[in-house]
């Protein structure tokens, strides 16, 4: 493992008005999260909401530093998991919270993975019809991606995402060192993400990928700070253009309609998040080359780095084209009748389209199988 190094943390800034806030990217920031709350005027009362694989890890050192401050804080776990996001298990959180005394000056901290910042983010837009939030990612995919830009929501059995809120938070803290305590396979598929952040909006940051995707997936610090800095600084730039996706926003779904369809199907269970987006990506590579004008050059530059990384380029037997283009209507991304695609015109640059035809998703399908 890397040495952990320690320094001034890098900042970026999600420009949204009255919504706006930073989010702090570094190594070992855990400790020093009540130094970047006091700024904000948040009340002394809070919750740290995290799962079972985190809380060991985190949660005990994130309360004791917290109470340090004068802060008063539960601790609340759920079981580790997609299975989490839930309904259910959002209603029994809710149900929590009157008895610790939260009011609208109170915080919510989802403290781990995509999974616990989208539950508690949800909770705590849900709230009192919404006290302040706060996210402390723990794994690669919710510190490039989920833990920025205020989506927050549960699952369906019918569909991922179909219930929630667009809710910012007022802070996140990005600590990088928790990576270290990532399994390998969690890892890959964070970064899926970060391939996915270069597909559609920065070619020259693709182009670094290929050649130093090793040192991000070795954990070098310097590597994963620049691979973060540069998805966050991307990601807050979509968002502050287009908070609710009513259009440049919906290109950061580049690969999730057929991921998402993989993922309903095996029921979230089985297979992670950024495996599905990986081969979501190979297919919308395909369906770039003949409906946007990708280069079949740059579909394999695209193949080729989700290869390298160890993540799936192929849809796998269990998946028929069948199954699969059922479960995109489904998708809350379908609009008007139609799905649309997120498609590569060239290496950085995108098109969203809905003049994909079923009979190209389905010729797709089966070559990617």
């Given at each position: 493992m890397?040495?952990i190094?320690t320094?001034?943390?890098?900042?970026?800034?999600?420009?949204?008005?009255?919504?706006?806030?930073?989010?702090?990217?570094?190594d070992n920031?855990l400790?020093?999260?009540?130094?970047?709350?006091?700024?904000?005027?948040?009340?002394r009362?809070?919750?740290?909401?995290s799962?079972t694989?985190?809380?060991?890890l985190?949660g005990?050192?994130?309360?004791?530093?917290l109470?340090r401050?004068d802060?008063?804080?539960?601790?609340?776990?759920?079981?580790?998991?997609?299975?989490?996001?839930?309904l259910?298990?959002?209603?029994?959180?809710?149900?929590?919270?009157p008895s610790?005394r939260?009011?609208r000056?109170?915080?919510?901290i989802?403290?781990g993975g995509g999974?616990?910042?989208?539950?508690?983010?949800f909770?705590?837009?849900?709230y009192?019809?919404?006290?302040?939030?706060?996210?402390?990612?723990t794994?690669?995919?919710?510190?490039?991606?989920?833990s920025v830009?205020?989506?927050?929501?549960?699952?369906?059995?019918?569909g991922?995402?179909?219930?929630?809120?667009?809710y910012?938070?007022?802070?996140?803290?990005?600590?990088?060192?928790?990576?270290?305590?990532?399994?390998?396979?969690?890892?890959r598929?964070?970064?899926?993400?970060?391939?996915?952040?270069?597909?559609?909006?920065?070619a020259?940051?693709?182009?670094w990928?290929?050649?130093?995707?090793?040192?991000?997936?070795r954990?070098?610090?310097?590597a994963?700070r620049?691979?973060?800095r540069?998805?966050?600084e991307?990601?807050?730039?979509v968002?502050?253009a287009?908070?609710?996706?009513?259009g440049?926003?919906?290109?950061?779904?580049?690969?999730?309609?057929?991921?998402?369809?993989m993922e309903?199907?095996?029921?979230?269970?089985g297979?992670?998040?950024?495996?599905?987006?990986?081969?979501g990506?190979c297919?919308?590579?395909?369906l770039?080359?003949?409906?946007a004008?990708?280069?079949?050059a740059?579909?394999?530059?695209?193949r080729?780095?989700?290869?390298?990384?160890?993540?799936?380029?192929?849809?796998?037997a269990?998946?028929?084209p069948?199954e699969?283009?059922?479960a995109?209507?489904?998708?809350?991304k379908?609009l008007?009748?139609?799905?649309?695609f997120?498609?590569?015109?060239?290496l950085?640059a995108?098109?969203?389209?809905?003049?994909?035809?079923?009979?190209?998703?389905?010729?797709?399908?089966?070559v990617?199988?």
């Open positions: 890397p040495s190094t320094g001034k943390p890098e900042q970026v800034r999600v420009a949204l008005g009255e919504r706006s806030h930073d989010i702090f990217i570094g920031l400790d020093r999260t009540a130094e970047f709350m006091q700024p904000l005027g948040l009340g009362r809070g919750v740290v909401i799962d694989n985190v809380a060991p985190y005990e050192a994130l309360c004791q530093s109470q401050a802060y008063e804080i539960a601790l609340l776990t759920v079981t580790a998991g997609e299975s989490s996001k839930s259910r298990q959002a209603n029994r959180l809710l149900e929590k919270l610790l939260l009011d000056q109170s915080f919510i989802a403290l999974v616990a910042g989208d539950l508690a983010g909770v705590a837009a849900t009192l019809r919404g006290i302040n939030f706060i996210q402390i990612p794994s690669l995919l919710a510190l490039v991606d989920s830009g205020g989506k927050t929501g549960v699952n369906l059995p019918q991922k995402n179909l219930v929630g809120a667009f910012q938070p007022r802070l996140v803290v990005a600590d990088t060192a928790t990576l270290k305590t990532l399994p390998k396979r969690e890892l598929s964070g970064f899926a993400e970060v391939i996915k952040y270069g597909a559609i909006c920065d020259a940051f693709f182009r990928l290929e050649r130093d995707y090793r040192r991000v997936l954990l070098e610090s310097d994963v620049k691979a973060v540069r998805c966050c991307l990601k807050a730039k968002v502050s287009d908070e609710r996706e009513s440049l926003r919906a290109i950061l779904n580049f690969g999730h309609t057929i991921g998402h369809a309903a199907l095996v029921e979230y269970e297979l992670l998040h950024g495996e599905a987006v990986a081969a990506m297919c919308a590579g395909c770039s080359v003949k409906r004008g990708l280069k079949c740059d579909a394999r530059r695209l080729g780095l989700i290869k390298a990384s160890g993540l799936p380029t192929h849809l796998g269990q998946f028929t069948e699969l283009l059922a995109m209507w489904l998708d809350k379908a008007a009748g139609k799905v649309r997120v498609l590569l015109k060239r950085g995108t098109v969203v389209s809905d003049q994909v035809t079923d009979s190209d998703v389905e010729e797709v399908l089966h990617c199988r």
